[in-house]
């Protein structure tokens, strides 16, 4: 009962120190939370993410930035896949489903995608969900100039049903470069939360055929995404495609793809944690100084609750509990700045690559960041408790 | 004071307390051979500035330690306890008045005083407003003591030296920050809550008209030793 009144009076008469060192851990814990829950989200999301399919064939070159190209429509192709190469993995018998992509083009920075209308039909883009479009939306048919608008393209776009646009050469945006053809808006996806929220979905033979476009490579592709019927066929296409034969790529599995992403760029991941660690112990290390810088005007009153019959270890308790009751209210506060990096950062990969992150799920650095924080905070009040504990009563009974 | 007591509350014998000084050796602050004070007993404790007045009332109240000699409390050796056992006696049997009031700026007139109560038997939310109503400061309670005048301030920490019911009260020249007025008030009122509460009071003073009011007024001067007084300083750190 005496020691919370004390820690709370000790406190409020050191307000403004007790608000700008609870700032201070408020901003390290916000942003040790977060980039800790941006890593694991974002390494758990992006290394889950498939579009539902096990594999992607494409020229031969990097697997990730295949992968980076034909799942997370990120990237430029690493080349063209001949349409022979797509109907021979289409018919194999370890193969459920192969989808042909070609990319090339943009309407206004976002990216358009040559498919098969099987896209929408056949493949899952998670396990036992097919993409739906928006009520009284349809998908394209692949011999007319239709397009089916990813939902997070369809709203930054403002593109509607029944709108119309000429698609831009190129994968990044340029004015000049605009194609003659008219494209019309048949269907809006609903959000899937994957990379697809961000293409604009036209038939394969639309872009391969779009003025401008190259004669010689009119019927190639930029990928094939494929489904296996097991795990095992994918073992002996690698082998196949990647080991005995030297034009095309085989990028399986994907989610191993990413993995190696992450792996390459760990050291990141690193500097950041170490960066929010860093700040984590700056700031443990202002309720040091903060409580240590104002020892001198607390003497007196130590000497005077010393001198009504506190023991030393209350006055040393009281010490370490306002030390950690400072971290504490900075760690309550660090939530908000929690959830501002999440939902900032989560926006921001979503805008990037259409993975959307939860800024409010779980993550344990949510529980041990505030119990690691508090007792760095208690740890941080030893030096000054022991201070307190060794003051001499009598000489500072007197005001000084 | 030397009264012939069976069973004293407060018994001094041979104390000797001592500082470092800078020219080397030591100075002796505080030389008692023999003093006693009996239960609810009021003296006066004569000493001029510098004379060693508060370092006696520190090492009555086990806040310091003697060089040599006893302090028995409440038939405790509070000189010889340990510093957690002297802290424990303090808070249940002494009540210590400050010169300079010494309340808690953070804190309520209330909880002042049930901060004191706190470290002694244990906060006692009736009886510590019962005190500062006692004191005429019911309109106070949750004032802090920047918002009271000298005078309520004095009553405060009255009321918080008497709140956990000690059995001795030790009044470090509790008036002499006071005009005249507020000091005879402040004396009469310490004096009538300590007989209210059958609490011994020691009450230092160099004010010779406060004194002149205690049935028995003890000379500092006089209780100490003949030898200790030639000597000073004595030996060498």
């Known amino acids: 009962m005496i020691l919370p009144l004390m820690i709370w009076r000790s406190l409020r008469q050191h307000a403004l120190s007790t608000l700008v060192t609870a700032f201070s851990i408020a901003l390290a814990g916000g942003l040790l939370m977060s980039v800790w829950a941006v890593r694991t989200q974002s390494q758990a999301v992006f290394t889950g993410v498939n579009a539902g399919f096990d594999a992607v ?3 031969r070159g990097s697997k990730l930035q295949l992968v980076l190209n034909a799942v997370f429509h990120l990237e430029a192709s690493p080349g063209n896949v001949a349409w022979e190469d797509y109907l021979t993995i289409a018919r194999h018998p370890n193969v459920a489903l192969a989808i042909p992509l070609a990319v090339g083009d943009n309407f206004r920075g976002y990216r358009l995608a040559g498919t098969l209308p099987e896209l929408f039909t056949r493949a899952e883009f998670a396990p036992g969900r097919h993409f739906t479009l928006r009520p009284g939306g349809e998908f394209f048919d692949p011999t007319r100039r239709e397009a089916v608008v990813g939902s997070f393209a369809a709203q930054k776009l403002g593109l509607r049903r029944g709108d119309q646009f000429h698609p831009y050469h190129g994968l990044t945006f340029n004015e000049a470069d605009q194609h003659a053809e008219t494209y019309v808006v048949v269907g809006i996806l609903e959000p899937s939360n994957t990379p697809a929220d961000r293409v604009i979905w036209i038939p394969l033979e639309g872009l391969q055929s779009m003025s401008g ?11 094939v995404l494929v489904k296996l019927k097991s795990a095992a ?6 082998q196949a495609y990647n080991k005995q034969g030297n034009r095309l790529t ?4 994907i989610g191993q793809v990413m993995v190696e992403l992450f792996r390459k760029i760990g050291w990141f991941d690193e500097i950041l944690a170490l960066v929010a660690d860093l700040v984590a112990l700056v700031a443990t290390a202002s309720i040091l100084a903060g409580i240590y810088n104002s020892m001198n005007e607390r003497r007196r009153e130590i000497a005077i609750l010393r001198a009504l019959g506190a023991r030393r270890s209350i006055i040393c308790g009281a010490i370490l509990g306002e030390a950690a009751a400072i971290a504490a209210f900075g760690m309550a506060a660090a939530f908000g700045g929690y959830a501002s990096i999440m939902v900032t950062a989560a926006g921001v990969i979503r805008a990037q690559t259409g993975v959307v992150l939860d800024p409010w799920q779980f993550n344990p650095v949510m529980v041990f960041a505030p119990v690691i924080l508090i007792a760095l905070g208690a740890l941080a009040g030893v030096i000054p408790a022991l201070k307190a504990y060794r003051t001499p009563v009598a000489e500072h009974l007197v005001p000084g | 004071m030397t009264l012939p007591l069976v069973n004293p509350l407060l018994a001094i014998r041979h104390l000797r307390k001592s500082y470092a000084i800078p020219e080397g050796g030591r100075h002796l602050v505080v030389a008692v051979d023999h003093f006693d004070l ?19 009332l520190n090492l009555i109240a086990g806040i310091l330690t003697p060089d040599a000699g006893t302090i028995t409390l409440a038939e405790q050796p509070i000189s010889a306890l340990p510093e957690a056992a002297r802290d424990r006696l303090r ?5 210590y008045i400050f010169q300079t009031f010494n309340l808690l700026p953070g804190y309520t007139c209330l909880e002042n005083v049930l901060l004191g109560m706190s470290f002694g038997p244990g906060p006692d939310r009736a009886h510590a407003v019962g005190l500062l109503r006692r004191m005429g400061l019911e309109q106070r309670l949750n004032y802090y003591p920047r918002q009271l005048s000298t005078g309520q301030q004095q009553r405060v920490a009255v009321a918080r030296a008497l709140a956990n019911r000690p059995r001795l009260v030790l009044a470090d020249e509790p008036t002499g920050n006071l005009d005249h007025r507020n000091a005879a008030e402040a004396l009469a009122l310490i004096r009538e809550i300590c007989r209210e509460h059958g609490a011994a009071l020691l009450f230092v003073s160099h004010d010779r008209e406060v004194l002149a009011q205690f049935p028995h007024v003890a000379d500092l001067a006089q209780l100490r030793p003949p030898e200790t007084i030639a000597g000073q300083p004595e030996g060498r750190a």
Not at chain 1, 250 to 253: D, G, I, S
Not at chain 2, 91 to 95: D, I, K, Y
């Open chain 1, 250 to 253: 085989f990028a399986w599995p």
């Open chain 2, 91 to 95: 808070a249940r049997t002494l009540g």
């Open chain 2, 38 to 56: 009996a239960a609810g007993a009021e003296v006066g404790l004569r000493g001029e500035s510098g004379s060693g007045k508060t370092t006696l």
């Open chain 1, 213 to 223: 476009h190259a004669t010689n490579t009119v019927s190639e592709l930029s990928a």
């Open chain 1, 57 to 59: 064939l494409g020229a």
């Open chain 1, 233 to 238: 066929g994918g073992f002996a296409m690698d």
